[in-house]
């Protein structure tokens, strides 16, 4: 297998709009110790949440409001809301060229969401 071709993507990736936008909100955001914390804790819940769901658990009622109003504080400030936006286009630009990979070999992987 050519994995030169893999490094080369990754310069790529490196090179593009959404991984250089993203970076740049990264720093300036994560710089603000609270903010890290909020964000960390944010994403924490989100992937339990997540998880439950794939698994037909349901999530308490209590921890969905928290997670909301977590999110609701996160979003209202811009530069954190620009972050989190920029996080998600970079997501699925990421999702959008596994998909054409796994495509291409055959792979037939479901990705959640």
């Known amino acids: 297998m050519e994995y030169a071709a893999a490094w080369r993507l990754a310069e790529e990736i490196k090179r593009s709009e959404e991984y250089r936008t993203y970076h740049s909100l990264k720093d300036a955001v994560m710089a603000d110790e609270t ?23 349901g999530t308490p009622q209590e921890e969905l409001q928290r997670f909301s109003t ?5 979003y209202s400030k811009p530069e954190v809301s620009q ?3 920029s996080e998600m286009r970079l997501q699925q630009a ?3 060229i596994f998909k054409i990979i796994t495509d291409t070999a055959g792979l037939d992987i479901q990705l959640p969401g």
């Open 35 to 57: 903010q890290a914390a909020l964000i960390r804790e944010y994403r924490k819940m989100q992937m339990e949440i997540q998880m439950r769901a794939v698994s037909g658990q």
């Open 94 to 96: 990421l999702a959008d």
């Open 70 to 74: 977590l999110g609701g504080l996160l």
């Open 83 to 85: 972050f989190l936006l």
